[in-house]
T-cell receptor, first 112, second 111 residues
Framework: AQSVTQLGSHVSVSEGALVLLRCNYSSSVPPYLFWYVQYPNQGLQLLLKYTTGATLVKGINGFEAEFKKSETSFHLTKPSAHMSDAAEYFCAVRNNNNDMRFGAGTRLTVKP | SQTIHQWPATLVQPVGSPLSLECTVEGTSNPNLYWYRQAAGRGLQLLFYSVGIGQISSEVPQNLSASRPQDRQFILSSKKLLLSDSGFYLC??????????FGSGTRLTVV
């Protein structure tokens, strides 16, 4: 069965610093991987997704993620954090039944 | 501790039949409640969210409706299902600015 582990329930960075949110997955089939963002009092929004092809995926708001099969990872990065990036971030994998399985989430705090 | 219950886990319904999916939350008060759908091959899409009893916001026009008759109950409905309503439906809750906690999902197949 597919599963997702997000390392670090809370990450804090300074404005302008690198953002790195970690996600590791397990999957018995080639995975489809997703990152979602949830801003306060809003629903989830898709940031980016990996299906096939290029392993470095670029998403909205300057975020990108790299699929590394050898490490079973799909870490989310952004070179320079902005105050508006403060939110909850969820990694997800699509399972055998085309259903989504989510990680527990990581709260990103950006300090001025 | 807080828990979220969503049922049924799987459902096969004929085209034109009604739908009712239920989601309940325990251990918290006045949660924000959400219904998401994941259609085959796509990511998650927010359908409805509610910040209180009787308060429903719809994100996309569709064949579905939602209701919140009680503080911790969120129902997804349809009067007549379409083939395109097939998908995986997730209920979720959050409190204040907290993260979404998801139910186990319902796999709906419309035949």
């Amino acid at each position: 069965a597919q599963s997702v582990t997000q390392l670090g329930s809370h990450v804090s960075v300074s404005e302008g610093a690198l953002v790195l949110l970690r996600c590791n997955y397990s999957s018995s089939v080639p995975p489809y991987l997703f990152w979602y963002v949830q801003y306060p009092n809003q629903g989830l929004q898709l940031l980016l997704k990996y299906t096939t092809g290029a392993t470095l995926v670029k998403g909205i708001n300057g975020f990108e993620a790299e699929f590394k099969k050898s490490e079973t990872s799909f870490h989310l990065t952004k070179p320079s954090a902005h105050m508006s990036d403060a939110a909850e971030y969820f990694c997800a994998v699509r399972n055998n039944n085309n259903d989504m399985r989510f990680g527990a989430g990581t709260r990103l705090t950006v300090k001025p | 501790s807080q828990t979220i219950h969503q049922w049924p886990a799987t459902l096969v319904q004929p085209v034109g039949s009604p739908l009712s999916l239920e989601c309940t939350v325990e251990g918290t008060s006045n949660p924000n409640l959400y219904w998401y759908r994941q259609a085959a091959g796509r990511g998650l899409q927010l359908l409805f969210y509610s910040v209180g009893i009787g308060q429903i916001s719809s994100e996309v026009p569709q064949n579905l409706s939602a209701s919140r008759p009680q503080d911790r109950q969120f129902i997804l409905s349809s009067k007549k299902l379409l083939l395109s309503d097939s998908g995986f439906y997730l209920c979720a809750w959050s409190v204040d600015q907290g993260r979404n906690t998801f139910g186990s999902g319902t796999r709906l197949t419309v035949v």
